[in-house]
């Protein structure tokens, strides 16, 4: 999975990309003025009535407006959190594995214009896109901040954690959708609540999330998104998907596939589409994967592995619940 990374692919620097400000400052017209007064990082501007201060995930203080009209995201949980918000982006960079929004997402951003990829922001597209506030995600690469703050108030949303919780609330504060947030979040915990009642005799029981291409079956460590939802529901995690990680495992030959067993096996791909699923459908057929626990007890499920195994947000956490509680509640 992993999760987005945060630097900008070399292919994106490019000297068209990475030109001077004033080219910046020029394509972005009256959206564009001075890094002080477009980043609110200058704790002595003055912030009109109609603007909020917030301090984004890095500690910066941004002033942003209080009903931002022009929301570009540029991670699949800000695309996602923007959504549950009711607040449709006009810029949107491709989730993992994708052309565009994750597919669950799909319906829902349809004809959002993509201005980047999982490596980072297309700049030009993101001046063309006029926004009046940028949704930066995870991104820590300075000078790519730099040259977005010049386009329009940036706020990092993602913390080191990767809580999609902390990111929802403070998407929140940033598109002035605070009470929004709070009510999405407490709607979640009462889905959990719910849920766990419901699991009776599997509750505690071991999960593993798996997803599988090409290079063998990854499994999904602690510190990423699913791994917090299925704690949430008190499931056990079996292996080393008890560890903390950078995403998912290395890949898992098929040979050694009991390491991605459980109680129950949830496993997929990016897509749900083309030789990444026929691949999945080859596994199901192969002896060791029929001989694993999960799946000789009827207890492993296909999932949308662009919800399950990316880094996920509001939204993927509720569709998360409804697909264990369609697996696992009888």
């Given amino acids: 999975m992993a999760p987005n990374s945060t630097l900008l692919s070399r292919g994106l620097a490019r000297p068209s990309v990475a030109a001077s400000l004033i080219g910046i400052c020029a394509l972005a017209l009256a959206a564009c003025g001075s890094s002080e007064a477009s980043d609110g990082s200058d704790p002595g501007a003055s912030t009109s009535p109609k603007d909020n201060q917030v301090t984004d995930a890095t500690g910066t203080s941004v002033k942003v407006p209080s009903t931002p009209e022009r929301v570009v995201v540029l991670s699949e949980m800000d695309l996602d959190a923007a959504l549950a918000l009711g607040v449709r982006p006009v810029g949107l960079t491709a989730g993992r594995g994708q052309q565009g929004a994750p597919g669950y997402l799909a319906d829902q951003a349809k004809g959002v214009p993509v201005v980047g990829a999982v490596t980072g922001p297309d700049i030009e597209k993101v001046v063309r896109a ?3 506030v940028i949704l930066a995600g995870q991104l820590a690469d ?9 386009v329009a108030p940036t706020v990092v949303t993602i913390d080191g954690t990767k809580d999609w919780k902390k990111a929802l609330s403070l998407t929140g504060k940033a598109l002035g959708r605070e009470n929004k947030a709070a009510a999405f979040l407490a709607d979640y915990d009462t889905r959990v609540a719910a849920l766990k009642k419901d699991l009776g005799p599997e509750a505690g029981k071991s999960v593993s999330v798996a997803r599988y291409s090409a290079k063998g079956s990854a499994v999904m460590q602690q510190g990423v998104f699913i791994s917090d939802v299925l704690g949430d529901l008190g499931f056990t ?3 080393i998907q008890n560890r903390k990680g950078e995403g998912h ?4 030959s098929d040979e050694n596939l009991k390491e991605i067993d459980g109680d129950w096996l949830f496993i997929g791909t ?3 589409t083309g030789s990444d699923q026929a691949l999945v459908d080859e596994l199901s057929d192969r002896p060791a994967y029929k001989q694993l626990r999960a ?11 662009t919800k399950w195994t990316s880094l996920g947000g509001a939204q993927a956490a509720v569709s998360v619940l409804d697909d264990i509680r369609k697996a696992m509640v009888k």
């Fill in 130 to 132: 006029k926004p009046d």
């Fill in 142 to 150: 300075e000078q790519v901040l730099q040259q977005l703050r010049k």
């Fill in 237 to 239: 995690r079996p292996g």
């Fill in 249 to 252: 495992s290395t890949p898992i």
């Fill in 270 to 272: 990016l897509t749900s």
């Fill in 295 to 305: 799946v000789s007890s009827g207890r492993s499920t296909v999932i949308d592995g």
